[in-house]
């Protein structure tokens, strides 16, 4: 089955750029959504179809999808920013959908 | 304001069915041309996919639970319902149901339930 690898853990200094990566087989061929959790709280959709934003969500977050390895970028970051991030997509090949492990962002 | 809502007890003994519903306001499951579904986090985990469907009939469902997993709706109630057969301790975990962003079950979930946590213990 379809695998997204996700880094346990991404640190970064308040006002810099986080970047959380999700690689998986071909996945510049799939559509990339990513998830922010907070906790105690339901996941929030952050970016999907690889690069679009939900209507709430700041610009300062992004997403990009070329090639083997997916990329959620924050800009700007802020305290408020820390959470886990999880990437998603759906594996046509089985017909479901496949998250990656999460991705927990630590703002020093 | 679309409103996801889950409910159903909060332990389960262990080989028996776990069922859980998710009562939805502010839309209607049968006329939003959305997917909808359940997700699940075991506690300290990450999110793993149950499976979702479209009110018309068409479903899909992680392979690994497959054989153990129902979703069924209600239109009448707008709810729909998951039953998790012969449930273990490892399906002890945060229950989401959600609802997709649009009428394609490889659509991501826009709006989630806050979550309603079952424990699988005698």
């Known amino acids: 089955s379809y695998v997204l690898t996700q880094p346990p853990s991404v640190s970064v200094a308040p006002g810099t750029t986080a970047r959380i990566t999700c690689g998986g087989n071909n996945i510049g061929s799939k559509s990339v959504h990513w998830y922010q959790q907070k906790p105690g709280q339901a996941p929030v959709l952050v970016i999907y179809y690889d690069t679009d934003r939900p209507s709430g969500i700041p610009e300062r977050f992004s997403g990009s999808n070329p090639g083997n390895t997916a990329t959620l970028t924050i800009n700007r970051v802020e305290a408020g920013d820390e959470a886990d991030y999880y990437c998603?997509?759906?594996?046509?090949?089985?017909?479901?959908?496949?998250f990656g492990g999460g991705t927990k962002l630590t703002v020093l | 304001q679309l409103q996801l809502q889950e409910s159903g007890p909060g332990l389960v003994k262990p080989s028996e069915t776990l069922s859980l519903t998710c009562t939805v306001s502010g839309g209607s499951i049968s006329s939003s041309g959305y997917y909808w579904g359940w997700i699940r986090q075991p506690p300290g985990k990450g999110l793993e996919w149950i499976g979702s469907?479209?009110?018309?009939?068409?479903?899909y469902h992680n392979p690994s639970l497959k054989s153990r997993v129902t979703i069924s709706v209600d239109t009448s109630k707008n709810q729909f319902s998951l039953r998790l057969s012969s449930v273990t301790a490892a399906d002890t975990a945060m229950y989401y149901c959600?609802?997709?962003?649009?009428?394609?079950?490889?659509?991501?979930?826009?709006?989630w339930g806050q979550g309603t946590l079952v424990t699988v213990s005698s």
């Open positions: 469907f479209y009110y018309s009939g068409s479903t």
């Open positions: 998603q997509v759906w594996d046509s090949s089985s017909d479901h959908v496949v």
């Open positions: 959600a609802r997709h962003v649009d009428s394609g079950a490889y659509s991501p979930q826009h709006y």
